[in-house]
């Protein structure tokens, strides 16, 4: 899907990560590659003999801080992120003071597990204590919407308010929603978030899909390591605020980049060849619609996670993309943010805006020429193009679908 016209871009963004409130320690661990992960038993799952894993989490914070202390009780852990993440955008875009007006807001979400610990344990209360003994204050939050819903009450946003729940793809999937809102001109402003929390339900889920780590848990989230064993499972929101390009310039704003391309393409089959078809036919789809070839991309942000079938799809497509230029940077930030799942692709895109706004390319991996395969460049290198650089993000999903987008740094 083309942004071409009206264009679209990001003005402001804000996170809760494992690695604190705000993007700054993020995107310093993005240039570092560091990565802070904690162990757990693997509580959620069922076999007794499940090997400890690494995850993750977002550590103590105190959400008071930033969203005061009236109902916090009562807000999943998801929906505090989602909360601190979007004010933290809003007052990085210039909306938190004067507000909008709230049909100006809409609102898009990428997440697809954030109710499953409270609709598992408000039926198991109801099966095994009685139906009068379940909280009414907790129904809200059995619902996979109720992150977005909750906070469209806190920022008074009545434009829209959507729920994209479409796996690793959702992120993706909430910023092609958010600009064809914009461009239909349903609102002036979208707040797109990605969040999901990591839980013993949602463990299980992970267990039971069979992307965790059966044995050597230290081996996992080696993104295109053919003895990686299975994704590090991680936590938290990240939010953008995305706006036409006019008007950000009219209130004085600077764009940190521009989305100029989304698409989505899906694979009936499971076989790593269809896979990897689909996701390449959505590299080519994007970069069509953004008036890009690969001969002008300047950096792939992937979505290689350390799960061996999906980060071998990955890698030959882009072997085919990038036949003629296997030198294009490609940089897994899973391998440093971990597999947050529906948040996984607003994490990317806000990793992409990162290095964007820097001079510099972290380090990251490079194709062998006449392979699928692409090893770790550790060294830093320099934009080629910074002023007009073009970004390519991609992410696949377990059950086939894949989704794309081409940001690219605004102009002066």
């Known amino acids: ?84 993440a979007s004010l933290l955008a809003l007052q990085h875009a210039g909306l938190d003071d004067p507000k909008p007006d709230p049909d100006d807001i809409g609102i898009v979400v990428g997440s697809n597990l954030a109710g499953l610990q409270s609709i598992t344990q408000y039926d198991l209360t109801a099966v095994t204590e009685g139906p009068q003994y379940v909280s009414p204050m907790e129904a ?54 990605g969040v999901e929390e990591l839980n013993p339900r949602v463990m299980w889920v992970y267990r039971h899909a069979d992307v965790l780590p059966a044995e050597r848990p230290e081996d996992a989230g080696l993104p295109y390591h053919p003895e990686s064993t299975g994704w590090i499972p991680s936590e938290g929101a990240a939010v953008l605020i995305l706006e036409q390009k006019a008007d950000a310039l009219a209130r004085g704003v600077r764009p940190l980049a521009e989305l100029a391309a989304w698409t989505s393409t899906f694979a009936l089959s499971k076989e790593t060849g269809k896979r990897s078809a689909a996701l390449e036919r959505a590299a080519w789809q994007v970069l069509t619609a953004a008036g890009r070839t690969p001969d002008e991309l300047d950096l792939i942000v ?43 692709g607003i994490f990317q895109t806000l990793a992409a805006i990162g290095v964007l706004q820097n001079e510099e390319i972290p380090p990251s991996y490079r194709l062998v020429s006449d392979t699928a ?40």
């Open 1 to 84: 899907m083309s942004m071409k016209g009206d264009s679209i871009v990001i003005t402001g963004i804000g996170a809760v990560s494992p690695y604190g409130v705000g993007t700054e320690a993020l995107l310093k661990a993005l240039r570092t590659g560091e990565m802070q992960r904690c162990t757990t038993n693997g509580e959620a799952a069922s076999d007794k003999d499940s090997c400890e894993l690494y995850v993750m989490k977002v550590g103590a914070w105190n959400p008071a801080e930033l969203l005061g202390k009236r109902g916090l009780q009562y807000l999943r852990p998801s929906t505090q992120y989602l909360f601190a």
């Open 140 to 193: 809200p939050n059995t619902l996979a919407n109720a992150p977005a819903s909750h906070l469209a009450i806190r920022v008074q946003a009545r434009a829209f308010n959507t729920t994209v729940a479409s796996g690793q793809c959702a992120g993706f999937d909430a910023l092609g929603y958010a600009s064809k809102m914009l461009r239909e001109k349903r609102t002036r402003y979208v707040i797109v978030g």
């Open 302 to 344: 992937s979505g290689a996670n350390g799960l061996s079938s999906q980060d071998q799809a990955e890698a030959l497509a882009f072997s085919r993309l990038l036949a003629d230029r296997p030198a294009v940077p490609v940089l897994p930030v899973k391998e440093t943010l971990g597999e947050s799942y529906g948040a996984g």
């Open 373 to 412: 395969s692409l090893v770790p460049n550790r060294e830093a290198t320099p934009w080629i193009n910074h002023q007009t650089a073009s970004v390519l993000l991609t992410s696949q999903d377990l059950f086939g679908a894949s989704s794309a987008v081409v940001l690219t740094r605004c102009g002066e």
